[in-house]
């Protein structure tokens, strides 16, 4: 990761000392004020922290553009603008917080996503008129791996620098940017998703790799914020092993959800006690029963499949009897159930063995800096595929008879797997992080 890098803190603002003070000094949510971050040097009425230069974050200060992306930074009269992959981060205690940025450029037209901590996908390509201003909330979790004072969330090494888990909340900037505002309000009566999988669930936190759960975020509406635990490599039993059940079950409340995919690295557990009718079905009980028993509401989803083809064009089935067991745990347990292996069957059949290489991280040689071997992968989507997937969990929801399909926007679209969109109509800019080497799992 890069370096911090340090600057001053600025010298005329009162009120921005008050503000971080709290921030710094706050354990939760509760104790954290509304912060309001102004750009320009020239504002009409200026309130909270006013950033009339494009300072680097410093932890000291508790803001700034993050990732030596200050010098993408122009701050105009009353606004800042980039054509760059920007990041601004705010120090924070963890929590989730609703997050309302203004946009907008009396000079020229704007076309804005954001991105939110490892790549959550909160605004995509907003396009924006010259001289008009737009404003967006959105809601984020921020987290950190403690759960009390002796026990904590157990991280991968990989994990441990990565933007979900650090003290901040980081917001990406992409497209040609004007930004007016960012106000940042603490929120304790949201309805708070939480995801445990693996890898084709995580907040993947550099590109190319990328999973639905940082994707799923975009087409909730602001009484919703989708809090994703899932990892890579993660199985039932090491997710419950890591401490992240217990993490959830210490925040999860009455009205939440609990998603659950996992089986690309359970069925590789080998041993007596282990497979689907076994371990894989007691764990998903123990999953069901714990969220169940705090008020919250269970969903159980069905693996993604791996990109395998037969010659006759159909789908190799790689998971054995895993979706069966998870179908019979639901049906056992009258658990909702989103069956994204059918669904993901129907998709890739669709697109065909050539086509529906496109979802996935398969690049030929020097597509990216350093890259110098191809990367063809099976198993983990870019971020277009993750985005199909996502807009498939999306289809199960507005199927299920419980009151999260009416979060679902108005905006997201009807989706069918077996009428796929296709990568040529996809637009969405790349962040500037990338990484070569495969996520655990497989």
């Not at 004020?33 to 950033?51: D, H």
């Not at 056992?332 to 059949?349: G, S």
């Not at 199909?388 to 199960?396: N, P």
Request: charged share 25%; proline share 5%; hydrophobic share 35%.
């Amino acid at each position: 990761m890069p370096a911090v890098l340090l600057a001053m803190h600025s010298n005329n603002n009162l009120k921005e000392q008050i503000l971080l003070s709290k921030v710094n000094s706050a354990d939760t949510t509760k104790n954290t004020k509304l912060l309001l971050f102004q750009f320009g040097t020239v504002l009409k009425m200026p309130k909270g922290t006013v950033i009339d230069k494009a300072l680097p974050y410093n932890s000291n200060l508790g803001y700034g553009f993050d990732f030596n992306s200050v010098s993408n930074v122009k701050i105009n009269s009353a606004s800042f603008s980039i054509e760059k992959p920007t990041y601004f981060s705010v120090k924070l205690p963890e929590g989730n917080y609703q997050i309302e940025v203004i946009m907008g450029d009396s000079q020229k037209a704007s076309n804005v996503t954001i991105k939110a901590e490892s790549r959550r996908l909160m605004l995509d390509q907003l396009s924006i008129k010259k001289g008009k201003s737009i404003t967006k909330t959105f809601n984020v979790t921020v987290r950190t791996p403690k759960i009390d004072e002796n026990l904590n969330v157990t991280l991968k090494d990989r994990e441990k620098d990565i933007l979900d888990w650090d003290d901040k909340l980081t917001l990406e900037f992409l497209g040609e940017v004007a930004v007016q505002s960012i106000q940042i309000t603490p929120k304790n009566n949201l309805t708070v998703v939480y995801l445990a999988g693996d890898s084709t669930v995580t907040d993947q936190d550099v590109e190319p790799w990328a999973s639905w759960g940082q994707f799923i975020t975009n087409y909730f509406d602001n009484e919703i914020v989708v809090s994703n635990y899932a990892y890579s490599g993660a199985a039932l039993s090491s997710f419950k092993a890591g401490n992240r059940l217990k993490k959830i079950l210490t925040q999860i409340k009455k009205g939440d959800y609990l998603f659950v995919e996992f089986g690309h690295n359970d069925e590789k557990i080998k041993g007596d006690g282990n497979g689907p009718w076994e371990s894989y079905s007691n764990l998903l009980v123990e999953f069901v029963e714990s969220a169940k028993e705090k008020g919250a509401i269970p969903v159980l989803v069905t693996p993604t499949q791996r990109r395998f083809f037969n010659e006759n064009g159909t789908l190799k089935e790689t998971h054995g009897e895993f979706p069966a067991a998870m179908r019979a745990v639901a049906k056992k347990n009258n658990v909702a159930l989103i069956d994204i292996t059918k669904m993901t069957t129907e998709l890739y059949e669709a697109w065909g063995d050539e086509a529906s290489r496109k979802a996935f991280v398969q690049y030929p040689a020097n597509t990216f800096p350093g890259q110098e071997k191809a990367l063809d992968d099976n198993t983990h989507f870019n971020s277009f595929g993750a985005n199909e997937i996502a807009l498939c969990v999306l289809k199960g929801i507005t199927e299920l008879d419980n009151p999260l399909k009416k979060h679902v926007t108005k905006e997201t679209p009807d989706y069918n797997p077996k009428k796929p969109n296709y990568i040529s109509n996809w637009t969405l800019p790349m962040s500037a992080r990338f990484e070569i080497s495969k996520p655990d799992g497989n």
